[in-house]
């Protein structure tokens, strides 16, 4: 049966909202990722790679808005820490230099996890009836898998 947001029970608003905290870490995390790799690529890809690497951070600081505004949307709290959402995260952030084939493998495994991340919140979801939180987790995973091949597209 499909539930507004108000109709949820207790219990799946919990389980819903820690879904999507997690889905806005990891986006935090990957925006962050883009933005040093869209500061610090160089090498022959030089332009298309400064140049995909801003459209995926643009995309992903919208996302991560949309992401947490359907959290409170379910009357949750959502995570605005860093710290919270480092430790959250299954992406890690990059230190240090990358050449722009290990920028591309990085930011390629962050779109794959999101990408899975954002299916699994759909999924818990539409368990729940909640077609509204679904349909924004396929909307967003479909957007990091198209990134992902974006990336793959780089490495062949």
């Given at each position: 049966?499909?539930?507004?947001?108000?109709?949820?029970?207790?219990?799946?608003?919990?389980?819903?909202?820690?879904a999507?905290?997690?889905s806005?870490?990891e986006?935090?995390?990957?925006?962050?990722?883009?933005?040093?790799?869209?500061?610090?690529?160089?090498?022959?890809?030089?332009?298309?790679?400064?140049?995909?690497?801003?459209?995926?951070?643009?995309?992903?600081?919208?996302?991560?808005?949309?992401?947490?505004?359907?959290?409170?949307?379910?009357?949750?709290?959502?995570?605005?820490?860093?710290?919270?959402?480092?430790?959250?995260?299954?992406?890690?952030?990059h230190?240090?230099?990358?050449?722009?084939?290990?920028?591309?493998?990085?930011?390629?495994?962050?779109?794959?996890?999101?990408?899975?991340?954002?299916?699994?919140?759909?999924?818990?979801?539409?368990?729940q009836?909640?077609?509204?939180?679904?349909?924004?987790?396929?909307?967003?995973?479909?957007?990091?898998?198209?990134?992902?091949?974006?990336?793959?597209?780089?490495?062949?």
């Amino acid at each position: 049966m499909t539930q507004t947001a108000i109709d949820l029970t207790t219990d799946a608003r919990a389980a819903i909202a820690n879904a999507l905290n997690q889905s806005v870490a990891e986006t935090a995390i990957t925006t962050m990722l883009a933005q040093n790799f869209h500061w610090n690529v160089t090498g022959m890809a030089f332009g298309p790679l400064h140049e995909l690497f801003q459209k995926i951070y643009e995309d992903h600081f919208e996302a991560q808005d949309d992401l947490a505004e359907r959290i409170k949307a379910i009357d949750a709290h959502a995570e605005g820490t860093l710290a919270g959402m480092l430790k959250r995260s299954k992406i890690n952030e990059h230190e240090g230099e990358a050449s722009d084939k290990e920028m591309i493998k990085i930011m390629l495994e962050a779109q794959e996890t999101l990408a899975a991340t954002l299916a699994g919140c759909g999924e818990l979801a539409a368990e729940q009836g909640d077609t509204l939180t679904e349909d924004l987790c396929i909307s967003r995973g479909q957007t990091h898998e198209k990134f992902a091949w974006f990336l793959r597209s780089h490495l062949r």
